[in-house]
């Protein structure tokens, strides 16, 4: 079983999303103090995770935020997200204040459009030497 550790934050992404993919880069750069590690939905330690806070296993298609031993999804998790890069960044989370109902259904109209709008790869890419620290395997 799975158990996460406080000094990071773990994101799960699904590991063939181009749109995915490229914020998962864009979350490295902007993430200085390195509170993240990264891992993709469809890997070994991805569904361990999806298994261990008793997510859907067949409709995952959201971005997972682990912060110590609790886990958000959709558009909480990118707020959360937002909320520990630096400035301008965590200004997002502001949007906390909307109801999630109405935050995730934007959240759910760009997820399901994923692939149609930004394409998807054959498989999951994999992080370059420097930046393999950063991934779970």
């Known amino acids: 079983?799975?158990?996460?550790?406080?000094?990071?934050n773990i994101v799960l992404f699904d590991g063939i999303c181009n749109l995915c993919n490229h914020i998962v880069r864009f979350l490295i750069d902007?993430?200085?103090?390195k509170r993240f590690r990264f891992a993709s939905l469809q890997s070994d330690i991805g569904q361990k995770i999806v298994k261990k806070f008793n997510l859907s296993t067949i409709e995952v298609n959201t971005i997972i935020l682990v912060e110590g031993?609790?886990?958000?999804t959709k558009s909480t998790a990118v707020l959360r997200i937002a909320k520990m890069l630096k400035a301008p960044w965590p200004i997002l989370f502001g949007f906390i204040i909307i109801p999630r109902f109405f935050r995730d259904a934007l959240y759910n109209i760009i997820s399901k459009r994923r692939y149609r709008w930004f394409g998807k790869m054959d498989k999951c890419s994999i992080p370059t030497e420097e930046l393999r620290d950063r991934f779970l395997s």
Do not use: A, I
């Open 30 to 33: 902007k993430d200085s103090k």
């Open 69 to 72: 031993e609790k886990c958000y």
């Open 1 to 8: 079983m799975f158990t996460p550790t406080g000094k990071y």
